[in-house]
């Protein structure tokens, strides 16, 4: 079990990325106090939690309903999970999250009250995306009670610390700079490549039995 502990958090952490969420957080909430990103943070993490923990235990029956063999949800999880860490390694991740924080922000400014970011784009589709999902629906598939459970402990393990990034991002990014982080994302990003590539194997082998 510890194992699989291990593997599912480093794989969901990699994927759900605090390192990369938080400055994006931070330059959502530029113009929130103290309390309203606290708030917010909190909110993000307890929504993205409810998503993926709905998908753990529903996301394989909801496969099965329109036809789709777990093998082939393998194959295209781990090729979305691939084009995920190509993006996490030549930083268009990043850019692309930082496209998405400026058009927030310029809303923001055009509106005298602070925007609740809590649920867009914060907990969909940046802590609870694509990835995320397809991450807890593979490891959780034709997991017994046991391993599920296990599953969902590293998960809230990641979400707990994603919290906590949301909360400190300004001094984490203060503390950091952007050079960290730019070493930290790109490391996680072969990690996942690496991943990924295991789940596309472990589909083929599935589907073709070698």
Same mark, same amino acid.
């Given at each position: 079990?510890?194992? $699989? !502990? +291990?593997?599912?958090?480093?794989? $969901? !952490? +990699?994927?759900?990325?605090?390192p990369g969420c938080a400055p994006i957080y931070a330059g959502l909430t530029k113009d929130a106090s103290a309390a309203q990103r606290r708030n917010m943070a909190i909110r993000a993490t307890l929504l993205a939690g409810v998503i993926l923990i709905a998908f753990a235990f529903f996301g394989e029956a909801l496969l099965g309903a329109l036809h789709i063999d777990l093998d082939s949800f393998r194959i295209a999880g781990g090729i979305m999970l691939f084009v995920i860490a190509l993006e996490m390694v030549f930083e268009k991740r990043t850019q692309r999250r930082e496209d998405r924080a400026e058009k927030i922000i310029a809303q923001n400014e055009t509106t005298p009250e602070v925007e609740d970011v809590s649920v867009f784009p914060m907990a969909m589709p940046m802590?609870?995306?694509?990835?995320?999902i397809a991450?807890?629906?593979?490891l959780t598939s034709g997991a017994d009670i046991d391993g599920t459970l296990t599953v969902l402990a590293a998960l809230l393990s990641v979400l707990?610390?994603?919290m906590l990034a949301l909360i400190a991002a300004g001094p984490l990014m203060r503390l950091f700079g952007d050079?960290?982080?730019?070493?930290?994302?790109?490391?996680?990003?072969?990690?996942?490549?690496?991943l990924a590539s295991q789940y596309v194997i472990d589909g083929l082998r599935g589907s073709f039995g070698f």
């Open positions: 079990m510890l194992e $699989l !502990f +291990v593997s599912a958090f480093v794989t $969901l !952490f +990699v994927v759900i990325d605090p802590l609870a995306g694509p990835g995320a991450s807890i629906m593979l707990l610390l994603t050079r960290v982080e730019a070493v930290i994302t790109r490391l996680l990003g072969v990690l996942l490549a690496a």
